[in-house]
């Protein structure tokens, strides 16, 4: 039997980042994974692949509706799906060949099949494509078996027409009508990709607002910036059920007035969420915990109720994200030989990879209301930006909320061109407790979009913006 020092369940970013932080660190490591290619839910059906095709309607979009006001005219201009979704795929291998190259150069076991607890020390490995099962010993476990999409009983996904995000990524045709349920980020960039290539797509939501977990002027400028691609939004609309007759599906809500609403479309993508996926684990038989909404129970270190087994990413509480769950196998690896890593959670950014991006951290405007919090706004749109202009994406703005007596920086939201990135500079000055006054007087290269996060600082320090 094979024994280990750190046993990692699930390779999505959080297990493969924590077991090449463990055999960093010197620790022998296994990592086991029931499916035939590394990466989990992120490389291989989610956050990559979903970019992928975020970029390519991108640029079919700017040749279509934007490459003229450029001086460049095209005729004749096409879709061809499958290279699309061909071209996605390639870069889905080309980024999980790289996970298993990082496995063999830090020396971590991989081993391909179903884990389960036998005890809190043993681990059984039921092969998925052949092979034989085997058991191994192991001192640690890091659990990071991530999620799975929320289903909603009263739908039946047939995963042909009534979709998840999963099979949103591999449509070989333009649809019609996409029927999109959520108004979340997953929802909402897989309408982003389909309305840019033409389809007619419709976003039914059941709150008031699309991202609602965000700053809500975030949401509103969203919604308002996507109604220009096409994208219909009905907001406060409760689905009632979902049916497919043919090649056609008819959605069923009850609209704000509790009128039943129907639409018809050849797609419906229900986009409600996500939820921990521990199935198979026998997580009983170690005797581990669980809270509420099928999550693993954790401390503050991340250790469960059982001494040396850890748990990490979508199985545990706080945002499902890539990046918070490779910070948390960072601090779980370093946590085991007796470090004293840290996690500040308030600064882990949440981005959706829209156009244009959104991005949010820190306290939203809401939260800071709720707290009774004395704060001061900063707010600069990119229509002021001399970059914004040249590049033709004047949507949007930088919001920057600081504490109205100590000016110390409490949230950044932002709406604009390449968010996702700038997004960063607020991360690392809130990390060191910047004042606005702080970012105000660092020099920014210009003309860049940067220039806004220096420009909304300098609007909350005494309205001291110069270009607007």
Same mark, same amino acid.
Request: charged share 25%; hydrophobic share 40%; with cysteine.
């Given at each position: 039997?094979?024994?280990?020092?750190?046993?990692?369940?699930?390779?999505?970013?959080?297990?493969?980042?924590?077991?090449?932080?463990?055999?960093?660190?010197?620790?022998?490591?296994?990592?086991?994974?029931?499916?035939?290619?590394?990466?989990?839910?992120?490389?291989?059906?989610?956050?990559?692949?979903?970019?992928?095709?975020?970029?390519?309607?991108?640029?079919?979009?700017?040749?279509?509706?934007?490459?003229?006001?450029?001086?460049?005219?095209?005729?004749?201009?096409?879709?061809?799906?499958?290279?699309?979704?061909?071209?996605?795929?390639?870069?889905?291998?080309?980024?999980?060949?790289?996970?298993?190259?990082?496995?063999?150069?830090?020396?971590?076991?991989?081993?391909?099949?179903?884990?389960?607890?036998?005890?809190?020390?043993?681990?059984?490995?039921?092969?998925?494509?052949?092979?034989?099962?085997?058991?191994?010993?192991?001192?640690?476990?890091?659990?990071?078996?991530?999620?799975?999409?929320?289903?909603?009983?009263?739908?039946?996904?047939?995963?042909?027409?009534?979709?998840?995000?999963?099979?949103?990524?591999?449509?070989?045709?333009?649809?019609?009508?996409?029927?999109?349920?959520?108004?979340?980020?997953?929802?909402?960039?897989?309408?982003?990709?389909?309305?840019?290539?033409?389809?007619?797509?419709?976003?039914?939501?059941?709150?008031?607002?699309?991202?609602?977990?965000?700053?809500?002027?975030?949401?509103?400028?969203?919604?308002?910036?996507?109604?220009?691609?096409?994208?219909?939004?009905?907001?406060?609309?409760?689905?009632?059920?979902?049916?497919?007759?043919?090649?056609?599906?008819?959605?069923?809500?009850?609209?704000?007035?509790?009128?039943?609403?129907?639409?018809?479309?050849?797609?419906?993508?229900?986009?409600?969420?996500?939820?921990?996926?521990?199935?198979?684990?026998?997580?009983?038989?170690?005797?581990?915990?669980?809270?509420?909404?099928?999550?693993?129970?954790?401390?503050?270190?991340?250790?469960?109720?059982?001494?040396?087994?850890?748990? $990490?990413? %979508?199985?545990?509480?706080? =945002?499902?994200? #890539?990046?918070?769950?490779?910070?948390?196998?960072?601090? *779980? &690896?370093?946590?085991?030989?007796?470090?004293?890593?840290?996690?500040?959670?308030?600064?882990?950014?949440?981005?959706?990879?829209?156009?244009?991006?959104?991005?949010?951290?820190?306290?939203?405007?809401?939260?800071?209301?709720?707290?009774?919090?004395?704060?001061?706004?900063?707010?600069?749109?990119?229509?002021?930006?001399?970059?914004?202009?040249?590049?033709?994406?004047?949507?949007?703005?930088?919001?920057?909320?600081?504490?109205?007596?100590?000016?110390?920086?409490?949230?950044?939201?932002?709406?604009?061109?390449? $968010?996702? %990135?700038?997004?960063?500079? =607020?991360?690392? #000055?809130?990390?060191?407790?910047?004042?606005?006054?702080? *970012? &105000?007087?660092?020099?920014?290269?210009?003309?860049?979009?940067?220039?806004?996060?220096?420009?909304?600082?300098?609007?909350?320090?005494?309205?001291?913006?110069?270009?607007?």
């Amino acid at each position: 039997m094979n024994q280990y020092d750190v046993t990692v369940i699930g390779s999505g970013p959080g297990g493969y980042v924590a077991a090449i932080r463990c055999a960093q660190l010197g620790l022998k490591t296994a990592l086991i994974e029931k499916y035939p290619t590394l990466g989990g839910t992120c490389l291989n059906v989610g956050c990559i692949p979903s970019k992928a095709l975020l970029d390519s309607s991108e640029h079919y979009h700017n040749a279509h509706s934007v490459f003229a006001d450029h001086g460049i005219g095209l005729d004749n201009l096409t879709v061809d799906m499958n290279r699309m979704i061909d071209r996605k795929a390639g870069v889905v291998k080309a980024n999980v060949d790289g996970i298993a190259y990082l496995m063999k150069k830090n020396k971590i076991d991989v081993l391909t099949g179903v884990g389960s607890f036998v005890d809190k020390t043993h681990i059984s490995i039921a092969p998925t494509e052949g092979g034989e099962a085997q058991q191994i010993e192991t001192k640690n476990v890091i659990i990071a078996t991530g999620s799975k999409p929320t289903v909603l009983p009263f739908i039946a996904q047939d995963k042909e027409r009534i979709i998840t995000s999963t099979e949103a990524l591999n449509i070989r045709e333009v649809p019609r009508h996409m029927m999109v349920i959520g108004g979340g980020v997953i929802g909402l960039e897989m309408a982003s990709v389909y309305a840019r290539l033409g389809a007619k797509v419709s976003v039914i939501e059941f709150m008031d607002s699309l991202i609602p977990t965000m700053d809500r002027g975030l949401g509103k400028e969203l919604k308002r910036v996507l109604g220009k691609i096409g994208i219909e939004f009905f907001m406060s609309h409760k689905v009632t059920g979902a049916t497919r007759e043919g090649d056609s599906v008819t959605v069923t809500a009850t609209n704000p007035k509790g009128e039943e609403v129907k639409f018809e479309g050849d797609y419906c993508l229900v986009a409600v969420g996500r939820v921990p996926y521990t199935a198979g684990l026998n997580l009983e038989a170690a005797g581990i915990e669980m809270e509420e909404r099928g999550r693993i129970k954790v401390d503050a270190h991340l250790q469960t109720n059982v001494p040396g087994i850890y748990a $990490i990413g %979508d199985v545990v509480r706080g =945002a499902m994200l #890539a990046h918070k769950a490779e910070e948390e196998g960072v601090f *779980v &690896a370093e946590t085991i030989v007796g470090q004293k890593p840290h996690i500040n959670y308030l600064l882990i950014p949440g981005v959706v990879y829209t156009w244009p991006e959104v991005a949010g951290v820190g306290y939203t405007e809401e939260q800071l209301k709720e707290q009774g919090k004395a704060y001061k706004i900063g707010s600069f749109p990119f229509k002021a930006s001399g970059r914004a202009r040249a590049s033709g994406d004047t949507d949007g703005f930088v919001k920057v909320l600081a504490d109205k007596t100590t000016d110390e920086i409490l949230g950044v939201h932002m709406i604009g061109p390449r $968010i996702a %990135d700038l997004i960063a500079e =607020a991360v690392t #000055a809130m990390e060191f407790r910047a004042s606005a006054e702080d *970012v &105000a007087r660092m020099s920014h290269s210009h003309p860049t979009y940067a220039e806004a996060m220096k420009e909304a600082c300098l609007a909350a320090t005494e309205n001291r913006a110069i270009h607007m």
